[in-house]
């Protein structure tokens, strides 16, 4: 449909090879012998594991629970036995290792019962997000956010729009638009879950220009639903047009604040496989275990996109896709966001959505130093001014590079493709935002600290008080006791004195003798009288 569109700042024209790998169907790639999976794919924490060594499972198994609130489950993506739950290789700009939970697929790839939920119009918004949270969704664009809290929206905050990212702007990448192209009812019927969740009028599904095939699968398929609250939009190709604030700019001319978020404006973006993942989990119960992966570049044989169970090597992805001579540098993402990885037997994880397999190394091996061109400035899209935050970050002033607004930058890498010096700028951006978060997280570590400290002492004072206290209790109630002492002395006498007296008396009578003389005849009265008589003597005689 036609809307009126808004043009964003800055960006950038670039060849988008995305043919390459769109020449053939979406197939799912085999079942593989061994499935890594990571306790932490996502923006969060880490999940906690709830299954041991040895155990055998199902495929779509919790195998390990969302350990707080922004958390998600991780869930066996083959049937299979646990063999090994221990620190691997993942994919991560840094290379680090984090545990992992190893499958030995036994081959049967056996599912767990599934409970769908057809009628998903009769959930409320709080049972539909628990779903959506149980299948352990985050967003599938690259961020790995949980899907469940961007559907929660707080109170206090009102969505009005709710927007499905189908732009994938970044050269090489197109999981997306293949899933657009061939998955289009699955992604409009995720994005009415996700309308009934959030309870929002409009929604739009945002698709670049160059994506025609899969604008008109997804028309199409629109039309079967009968949703005339979704509009299906085309948007220029730009990079990065694809980029959350850029998308919301261009489809509603609105800002996102700066340090804000989209919801303070109304807004909630998803991604399309997002969408997809929802509809999956809503409506046939299964949990995320797979997706669209793009295997791209010279340096395979047959670029194309597979369908991955979460868990897979990337070697055997590249071996199926016919790694060849020219494979000698692999990245995770794109060659304008994604990273390069050194240890290609890494697992595809939730947040993998695509494999690029150059032919050589893209960074030039020189650098020189800035000239003050302002080339950077003039394509950022957040409007920052690139070369101030290079200055400040390289002279690790991260506060200066605060000022500059550090984080409203989305790392789209428009100003260190045009540098004419050939200056890494966003691997400085991305080193002063670790620093600053690892700051950040020693201060609140050394505050937590300091916060227990202060307590212990507090309770050692107070415990120490309540002692003085009890303490001076003790002594006046002494004092009170000391001042009657005389009376108590006194009282204390009578009484002994009157328990002494009942024991005398007690004593006098049973020295009596019972009597028993009651209807005696007058000779055992008799008989008696003289015993007592005689027992009187023989004491007197005593
Ligand atoms: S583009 Fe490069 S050389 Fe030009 S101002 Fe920015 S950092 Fe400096
Ligand atoms: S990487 Fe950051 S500073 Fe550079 S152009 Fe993109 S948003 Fe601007």
Redesign the pocket.
Known sequence: MTMRLWKIFGGLKLPGFKSMSMTQQTEAAPLPKILTLPLKQHIGHAAETIVNVGDKVLKGQMIAAAKDYVSTPIHASSSGTVIAIEEYAVPHPSGKMTECIVIETDGKDKWIECVKNANFRQLDASALRNLIRDAGIVGLGGAGFPSFIKLNPGPGNMVNTLILNGAECEPYITCDAMLMQEQSRKIIDGLNIMRHALQVERCIIAVEDNKRSAYTMLVNALQEHEAEYIDIVLIPTLYPAGGEKQLIKTLTGKEVPSNGLPINIGIVCHNVATAAAVASAVLEGKPLINRYVTVTGEGVEHPRNLDVLIGTPFSELIELCGKNRKAEQFIMGGPMMGFEISDINIPVIKTTNCILVQSKKTEPDFVMPCIRCGQ?AS????Q?L?QQ?YWYARAKNFDKTQDYNLFD???????TYVCPSHIP??QY?RFAKTEIWAQEQEKKSSDIARQRHEFRQFRMERKKAENEARKKQKKELLKKVSGTKDNADDAKKAAIEAAMARVKAKREKQSITPANTDNLTEKQKKEIAEVEARRRNAKEEN
Not at 409 to 415: N, Q, R, V, W, Y
């Open positions: 950077c394509v950022c899209p957040a920052l690139p935050l930058c989305i790392e789209c890498g428009c100003c700028l966003v951006y």
